[in-house]
């Protein structure tokens, strides 16, 4: 059964000139940027959209179905006139703009990014809406190819040739703990740090710690860690509860301390800060519109790591 037309997405219909144009899923991944296994997953979907093979195997080559064939010329005229619309708009007035902005981000970099950046939308276009999602580092490149999403912000990340990419800001480390906790009176040595237990966040439980790069560079084992979890404020609420320790980037505990009883210490340790860049697809470079989310999302990014 074809899928519902709510459900249509345009990007595919790239996937399914590709294929027809060079005769093959391996073909068409390199024309795209794409893994071979990204494309036939975006053929798959293809398949269910139209209810119809689209393409058999004969040998080494794709054929197109007797459908496919006779749409095929349609699929690419709008292709085409899209691309023209989109070279001839050149000037816009967000105000005017009745869209949904998808962006994918970590939760802890929601935390602080999301209010400034709702209330420069609320200013500026009152008719976007936004929508948060977790973008698995792994499929990040895939993800802005297809057009699931317009721009991700992650750490730094190798990228392909089609992937275009930002440096917004570093981003440092601290140590959480509870207010009564006998480090809270000042800076926490290296020593004092390895003797307590700690509390992690993983989203993956089997992922190992990912600044043990960092403690064997200092000589050091691992942390004992009693708790691995999803997410940051479920992990301050233990360590507020508990003797444990909690690392986390400084800009996200900052807040948390203005509702927890935890307090902020500094780990003296030399690690490096972390890069925190915006990404997107080098097909939306000059879209007006694009470089106006940009701008958005970027300075709200900026300022709440500040």
């Not at 698995?136 to 991700?152: F, H, I, N, S, Y």
């Not at 601290?174 to 993983?202: E, I, R």
Request: glycine fraction near 6%; hydrophobic fraction near 45%; aromatic fraction near 6%.
């Amino acid at each position: 059964m074809a899928l519902p037309f709510t459900r249509l997405d345009l990007n595919l219909f790239r996937v399914m000139d590709a294929v027809y144009e060079h005769g093959g899923i391996s073909g068409a991944a390199r024309h795209l940027h794409l893994s071979q296994p990204a494309v036939s997953h975006a053929l798959a979907r293809l398949r269910r959209l139209w209810g119809d093979p689209l393409f058999v195997r004969q040998g080494n080559s794709m054929v197109p179905t007797e459908l496919t064939r006779r749409v095929i010329g349609e699929v690419q005229a709008h292709l085409r006139g899209l691309q023209s619309l989109m070279a001839q708009a050149d000037s816009f007035e967000p105000a005017t703009l009745d869209m949904t902005l998808r962006v994918g981000m970590r939760d802890v970099l929601e935390a602080i990014a999301l209010p400034p950046l709702i209330a420069r939308l609320a200013l500026e276009a009152p008719r976007v809406s936004l929508t948060s999602v977790r973008v698995p580092r792994d499929a990040l490149e895939r993800t802005l190819t297809l057009g699931e999403v317009d721009l991700v912000i992650d750490r730094q990340r190798r990228v392909g040739a089609r992937i275009r990419g930002e440096h917004l800001a570093d981003e440092t480390l601290a140590v959480l703990m509870h207010a009564d906790h006998p480090l809270a009176a000042g800076p926490v040595s290296l020593d004092d740090y390895f003797a307590c237990q700690h509390v992690m966040v993983a989203l993956q439980p089997e992922r190992p710690d990912p600044l043990q790069p960092v403690w064997a560079g200092l000589g050091r084992g691992p942390r004992e860690v009693i708790l691995r979890c999803q997410h940051y404020f479920a992990a301050a609420n233990v360590v507020a509860h508990s003797s444990a320790l909690l690392t986390l980037p400084r800009t996200y505990a900052e807040g948390l301390t203005r509702g927890l009883p935890l307090v902020l210490r500094e780990l003296q340790a030399p690690i490096p800060p972390m890069g925190i860049w915006m990404y997107w697809h080098a097909d939306r470079e000059g879209d007006p519109v694009h470089r106006w989310m940009r701008t958005c999302v970027g300075e709200a990014a900026c300022q709440a790591m500040r």
